[in-house]
């Protein structure tokens, strides 16, 4: 069996999930008449300091949920440039929502609140109006980098200054708390919507959560149903969910533990590694000149799997099946690929 380290999306449920689908009650929860689906969306409210919560599909439409809740088409939206609600959601914001996105350089992910606050649009007739913020926190593409509460605190009071809601893409949120010890609502509490996937390192096999006040998730719920996202006896997914969000976050810090293993290994082979906050490592092989495709594909045939993320950088992600002698197995086969690489320096 090949070490996945493409994705902590690639961890399939515990026997505890199954057996919790398998025993799940459930009702049609359109019309809101799933026990199992209703208990997982309350949970997932009092666990994220929000009102309500809605079940929904995947990552993605919970972002797109939120946008599309929040804006009218032609509104204006600020994100981070490489943020996930932008960079991977095949044109979702544009295609869907119809909103202009105005998109910000991140510091590690962070947006500039100054720059935040100056790209705010007045009251002008040649303006679009600005009618979100969306923070992203573990941030992606920045390598699992965290946004600390002092951080979000920053935007979102610029964000309360001018009145427009702020979004969080908290899609690996629990791992940003496990890495600062801190209860999720130290962060929950600067964003007024949040999305929070329970299908990553969490293990559930299927869905996300968009959490915010009781009217907003109204409203996200006829959204939601537009989409085609109304499933019917969702118990069944929302079960291993709940056992997700009640029992599974405990253990990320170990998944943070294997990426710091990961990290120091590739350093001490003279690699360039991005500082390492939680389950993700990105590293630059251009100095091997070396493409992120070939390292893939040379790690492949030696049986480890990892995501391109850039012309020359590689994503590795920790997650529930990878292991501390996962890790130093995948580093004694990186070491054989650079000594092979004909092009090494
Ligand atoms: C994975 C991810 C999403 C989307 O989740 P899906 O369930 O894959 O649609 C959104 N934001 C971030 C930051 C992610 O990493």
Request: net charge negative; aromatic share 4%.
């Amino acid at each position: 069996m090949k070490i996945d380290l493409r994705s902590d999306t690639v961890t399939k449920p515990t026997e505890e999930m199954i057996l919790a689908m398998a025993q799940a009650e459930v009702g049609d929860d359109v019309y809101q008449e799933d026990p199992t689906v209703n208990r997982l969306e309350e949970i997932a409210a009092d666990l994220l300091g929000k009102e309500a919560a809605l079940f929904v599909t995947s990552g993605t439409q919970g972002n797109q949920v939120a946008v599309l809740t929040h804006c009218v088409n032609g509104d204006e939206v600020i994100l981070e440039a490489e943020s996930h609600l932008f960079y991977y959601e095949s044109g979702a914001m544009a295609a869907l929502a119809g909103v202009q996105t105005r998109t910000l350089p991140g510091e590690r992910g962070a947006m500039n609140a100054v720059d935040v606050e100056k790209a705010i649009r007045g009251n002008n007739i040649h303006f679009p109006r600005t009618k979100l913020i969306c923070m992203e926190n573990t941030h992606n593409r920045a390598g699992g980098a965290i946004l600390t509460p002092e951080q979000m605190k920053e935007v979102y009071d610029v964000a309360q200054k001018h009145r427009v809601p702020v979004h969080l893409d908290g899609a690996r949120l629990f791992n940003a708390a496990a890495a600062l010890s801190v209860d999720v609502r130290a962060l929950t509490k600067y964003t007024d919507t949040v999305q929070v996937c329970l299908s990553k390192g969490l293990s559930a096999p299927v869905g996300s959560i968009l959490a915010g006040d009781r009217d907003f998730i109204a409203e996200a719920r006829w959204w939601r149903k537009k989409l085609g996202g109304g499933m019917r006896q969702a118990g069944y997914l929302a079960a291993p969910g709940i056992i997700a969000l009640t029992q599974m976050t405990g253990r990320l810090a170990e998944d943070h533990t294997h990426a710091q293993q990961l990290e120091k290994g590739l350093r001490e082979l003279g690699l360039d590694v991005a500082p390492v906050d939680t389950n993700i490592v990105l590293v630059n092989t251009a100095s091997r000149q070396l493409t992120a495709v070939d390292f893939i594909s040379r790690l492949s045939d030696k049986g480890v799997l990892a995501s391109d993320f850039d012309e020359y950088v590689t994503r590795f992600t920790t997650h529930r099946h990878i292991s501390e002698n996962d890790i130093s197995r995948v580093l004694e086969i990186i070491t054989s690929v650079l000594e092979e690489s004909p092009l090494r320096l």
